[in-house]
């Protein structure tokens, strides 16, 4: 007994007379013996697929510099302007990890990891999408919501396709699904920057952040069912006739199953039981990656992306106010998804393997079918009751390109490598590499123009002010500043 209380005794002294460490020393030897032991586990379940070289090394240090390529993106910021959109920043990481040698050798990701992880992304985006689609927003917003979100997607897609298929040598089947790729304008850059402008009040009075918010999500849609039609479309074999109607058929079918899958969700779970939320979060992003994955392995992969949408879009109908928590549940979702999904497709770019020829005509095509979009958008809301600085900046705020093209522009690729055919695949790296180009392009100078043209073209209405300019409150479209403030919310 008296040696116990003597080895007592003898630690109470030792610790009293030891060091320890506090704040942020502390802190960060804790971290790092976190992060070592999690590492041992893992290297002892995978062994070298953790080391260098291995597919779980590779994906984690994707994601590490896409995280600190957004980051250092989103830091850039001028006086009075927007910050870059991280994603371009997680775009760029992923290419320099692809591009720079000896770095290369060291980060691989099998074609089979790489397509798979992008496939989750594009699962967890959708469903993302159809949470924040506004069923309201087309009854309230008339009809010139319509004639943006579908006039200038449905014109760029054709010019661009068009376009393509000439310069290119596309055929018509894979240039239509270019320009539906290329058509579809990015919330993520778009959708920030019209709430900075409206918390500083510009275009407030008539409505025009609210409008593009809203018009945003629709034209996503649209340029989703389009591509997915041209995919089943160019995948299909037999005769064309047959061809576009197997597309169209699934099609029809990706909305059945949504509208099916998506009612279940509002029945179950029920909500009398415990952690309604999180267990309507998983069925909903469990249901949107095996519809993706699903569709895909029966063959009708264009069916996948608008099931998703479509049983978000109706379990949201069902939880009505309810689907706040289970929307930023989804959106904390995106957050480790975003940073793969736009790092794998800079990885997918091979600046070695690029035809200077190729890359020539791809930007030619992404800016022929930029300047129709500006083309078209300035004439659709001819009637909405703008000026002509309300309609220009418009329609340069209708132009970034960035989350769907991320989405959707490698999904070709994955489909022609699986079915082996050399033509397919070079077409399918085409429709990439334009895509990569289009984000490349579009998304800086978008956020860069919104910013810019923002405070200089649009009428300011300061709270309780007229608006500056001698503006009116109200516009022919019937937006109006409290609607703008409402639909805001519920975007």
């Known amino acids: 007994m008296s040696d116990l209380s003597y080895s007592c005794s003898f630690c109470v002294r030792l610790k009293d007379r030891c060091p320890r460490p506090h704040g942020l020393l502390n802190l960060l030897i804790t971290k790092a013996c976190l992060l070592a032991l999690l590492f041992g586990v893992v290297w002892a379940i995978t062994g070298s697929e953790c080391l260098p070289g291995g597919n779980l090394f590779g994906i984690v240090t994707l994601f590490i510099c896409s995280v600190l390529g957004g980051n250092l993106a989103g830091l850039m910021q001028l006086p009075s302007l927007p910050p870059l959109p991280p994603l371009l920043g997680m775009l760029l990481a992923g290419l320099l990890l692809r591009n720079v040698p000896y770095v290369n050798d060291a980060v691989k990701i099998s074609a089979k990891m790489s397509a798979a992880t992008r496939s989750l992304g594009l699962g967890v985006i959708l469903?993302?999408?159809?949470?924040?689609?506004?069923?309201?927003?087309?009854?309230?917003?008339?009809?010139?919501?319509?004639?943006?979100?579908?006039?200038?997607?449905?014109?760029?897609?054709?010019?661009?396709?068009?376009?393509?298929?000439?310069?290119?040598?596309?055929?018509?089947?894979?240039?239509?699904?270019?320009?539906?790729?290329?058509?579809?304008?990015?919330?993520?850059?778009?959708?920030?920057?019209?709430?900075?402008?409206?918390?500083?009040?510009?275009?407030?009075?008539?409505?025009?952040?609210?409008?593009?918010?809203?018009?945003?999500?629709?034209?996503?849609?649209?340029?989703?069912?389009?591509?997915?039609?041209?995919?089943?479309?160019?995948?299909?074999?037999?005769?064309?006739?047959?061809?576009?109607?197997?597309?169209?058929?699934?099609?029809?079918?990706?909305?059945?199953?949504?509208?099916?899958l998506g009612l279940f969700l509002c029945c179950f779970p029920s909500r009398d039981q415990e952690d309604l939320a999180l267990r309507r979060t998983l069925l909903l992003l469990g249901l949107s990656i095996f519809a993706v994955f699903f569709?895909?392995?029966?063959?009708?992969?264009?069916?996948?992306?608008?099931?998703?949408?479509?049983?978000?879009?109706?379990?949201?109908?069902?939880?009505?106010?309810?689907?706040?928590?289970?929307?930023?549940?989804?959106?904390?979702?995106?957050?480790?998804?975003?940073?793969?999904?736009?790092?794998?497709?800079?990885?997918?770019?091979?600046?070695?393997?690029?035809?200077?020829?190729?890359?020539?005509?791809?930007?030619?095509?992404?800016?022929?079918?930029?300047?129709?979009?500006?083309?078209?958008?300035?004439?659709?809301?001819?009637?909405?009751?703008?000026?002509?600085?309300?309609?220009?900046?418009?329609?340069?705020?209708?132009?970034?390109?960035?989350?769907?093209?991320?989405?959707?522009?490698?999904?070709?690729?994955?489909?022609?490598?699986?079915?082996?055919?050399?033509?397919?695949?070079?077409?399918?790296?085409?429709?990439?590499?334009?895509?990569?180009?289009a984000i490349l392009i579009t998304a800086p100078i978008g956020a860069l123009g919104i910013g810019l043209a923002g405070p200089r073209l649009l009428d300011r209405q300061v709270k309780g002010d007229e608006p500056e300019g001698g503006a009116s409150t109200s516009s022919s479209d019937g937006i109006g500043q409290e609607r703008a403030v409402t639909l805001e919310s519920k975007l």
Request: charged share 10%; proline share 4%; aromatic share 8%.
């Open 127 to 260: 469903a993302r999408a159809g949470l924040g689609l506004d069923p309201s927003a087309l009854r309230r917003l008339k009809l010139v919501c319509v004639r943006l979100a579908v006039g200038p997607c449905l014109a760029e897609a054709c010019v661009t396709a068009v376009v393509s298929h000439f310069l290119l040598a596309l055929p018509w089947g894979w240039g239509f699904m270019l320009g539906f790729v290329l058509a579809a304008v990015s919330p993520a850059v778009v959708v920030p920057s019209m709430l900075l402008l409206q918390r500083e009040g510009y275009g407030v009075s008539k409505g025009i952040p609210t409008l593009l918010m809203a018009a945003g999500s629709f034209d996503d849609v649209l340029a989703i069912t389009g591509f997915s039609t041209c995919l089943g479309i160019s995948f299909s074999k037999g005769s064309t006739w047959m061809n576009v109607l197997k597309g169209l058929l699934e099609v029809g079918g990706g909305v059945v199953a949504g509208l099916i």
């Open 295 to 437: 569709t895909h392995v029966i063959g009708a992969a264009g069916a996948g992306g608008l099931c998703t949408l479509v049983l978000a879009f109706i379990a949201a109908l069902g939880w009505n106010a309810e689907k706040a928590p289970v929307a930023a549940m989804v959106g904390r979702s995106w957050d480790v998804f975003q940073p793969l999904l736009f790092g794998l497709i800079g990885a997918e770019i091979v600046v070695a393997n690029l035809n200077p020829v190729t890359v020539g005509l791809g930007v030619a095509c992404v800016a022929i079918g930029l300047v129709i979009r500006l083309l078209v958008t300035f004439l659709l809301v001819h009637f909405g009751g703008f000026n002509w600085k309300e309609k220009l900046f418009i329609a340069v705020a209708w132009t970034p390109k960035a989350t769907v093209q991320a989405a959707i522009g490698s999904k070709a690729l994955d489909m022609a490598r699986e079915e082996e055919d050399q033509n397919f695949v070079k077409f399918g790296l085409d429709v990439l590499t334009l895509a990569v180009l």
